[in-house]
Each structure stands twice: as C-alpha cells, then as structure tokens.
C-alpha cells in the first residue's frame, strides 16, 4: 500500500463529496501544465479527432472551463439573457462544459460519477434533464446539433479500484 492510500485510510478519511472531484480535481487532471495533455482527454470522445493548440493565456485564450455550472444562475447581464433567450426553469448543473472558441467553436458537457453506483441508464437520464441547457448553449452559440457523439468512459478510483463513468457530450464547430 502506498503511503498517500495509507493516510487515507488510518489518518483522515477521504472527501466523498462529488462536486470537490467534479469542481477541483477534474479540471486540474484536464488543464495540467498548461493544458499540454489535453489531446488525451480530447481522444476519449468518439470522432472527435482534432488535435487543438489551447492558449490559456488570458491576452489570447481560446479556452473556458465551467463547473458545476449553472446557466440558470449565470444568465443575469442583459446581453446573455437576450443571447441566450428562453424560459430556464431548473438549476440542473453539469458537471463539465468546455468549450473551445479557436480556431471553430467546439463544446463538450460532461458528467461524471465518483462515489456512487450509476449506470449508464441513470447518466443518460441526467443528461437528458440538462439538454434545455445544452439546447440553449448550441442556438445561442450557433453549433452544429449534426456531430455530436456520446462517449461512456469507465475510469479507475484512485483509492478503491472501482470503476467509475463519465459521461461527456461532444457537439460539434460552429
């Protein structure tokens, strides 16, 4: 056993809360060095296959990263809410938005289960309670509805080896 598995276990109990994985660790894992291994992350979404250059620099960035992120909430300058007209009635949170402005426009809404046993039918359900946010953010935002593909990625706990899921939406440029 590893000492980081070690204090887990015998001095501190982990954090179980989803959204600190979701809101901190994600991001981190995603944007690590400048976000130099993003392709990586990029590779797991089914056709999608561009290798993009991210700037993370604020001069010239190409990048905006949301968690738990709630359009609901956000929408309150008056230039948004014209942009992104509709009646939002729910505070549904993804848990993931990336999206790309540069060199086209590319978003990508995820969601992603740590702690508990969801299966692909309760993510999928999830997903599809947040679509008037997805819906909103392709009209808004003119992205194509055409190319977008579902990608259910199992990934390892770190800490109990059971496998987890994500679910990550990719819908294609503009």
């Not at 056709?47 to 709630?70: H, M, R, V």
């Not at 309150?76 to 942009?83: D, L, N, S, T």
């Not at 995820?110 to 946010?133: C, H, L, V, Y």
């Not at 997805?134 to 194509?144: S, T, W």
Request: with cysteine; glycine share 4%.
């Amino acid at each position: 056993m590893n000492k980081l598995l070690e204090n887990f276990e015998t001095i501190m109990p982990l954090n179980r809360k989803e959204r600190f994985y979701t809101g901190s660790v994600l991001p981190a894992i995603i944007c690590y060095n400048n976000f130099r291994y993003i392709n990586r992350f990029f590779e797991l979404v089914d056709g999608f296959d561009n290798k993009l250059q991210i700037n993370p620099n604020a001069d010239n960035n190409n990048i905006l990263i949301q968690t738990e992120y709630s359009f609901k909430e956000s929408l309150v300058e008056p230039y948004f809410i014209k942009k992104f007209e509709g009646d939002y009635e729910t505070k549904d949170t993804p848990d993931l938005v990336i999206l790309i402005t540069e060199p086209e426009y590319f978003l990508f809404v995820g969601e992603a289960k740590m702690f508990s046993n969801a299966n692909p039918g309760d993510i999928n359900t999830q997903m599809n309670n947040q679509r008037w946010f997805i819906d909103a953010l392709q009209k808004g935002l003119n992205i194509d509805k055409k190319t977008a593909s579902i990608l259910l990625y199992y990934l390892k706990n770190l800490f109990r080896q059971k496998h987890q899921l994500i679910t990550l939406l990719f819908f294609g440029k503009r």
